[in-house]
């Protein structure tokens, strides 16, 4: 059984910055490819960002290439997100999740259904 506790949500000031954190337990993360998604109130969970289990491979959603990475540290089992040039668009709750199946990216790591291992989540809220 693999826990994901995801920290460092909060409330930042438009074109701020904000770096999540997940970590991970119970499992073996160094062969786990990890995402992260958001949700904001009422509305759908959106794909952000994926990361293959070497961490050699990156896929990101269209509307956050350029402002947000993705990255991870198999020693610590953690996985980051950093989040630049935030705007109130980007507030939502953020999950990260772990795809124990498979290590690569894969053709369709955007998909939420391949995640098996959610996260609670934590808060980012960016004030106008």
């Known amino acids: 059984q693999v826990q994901l506790v995801e920290s460092g949500g909060g409330l930042v000031q438009a074109g701020g910055s904000l770096r999540l954190s997940c970590a991970a337990s119970g499992g073996t993360f160094s062969s786990y490819k990890m995402g992260w998604f958001r949700q904001a109130p009422g509305k759908e969970r959106l794909f952000v960002a994926a990361?293959?289990?070497?961490?050699?491979?990156?896929y990101y959603a269209n509307s956050m290439k350029g402002r947000f990475t993705i990255s991870r540290d198999n020693a610590k089992n953690t996985v980051y997100l950093q989040m630049n040039s935030l705007t109130p668009e980007d507030s939502a709750k953020y999950y990260c999740a772990a795809d124990h199946l498979s290590p690569s990216i894969g053709t369709m790591p955007y998909k939420p259904d391949y995640y098996g291992y959610w996260g609670q989540g934590t808060q980012v809220t960016v004030s106008s």
């Open positions: 990361i293959s289990a070497s961490g050699s491979n990156t």
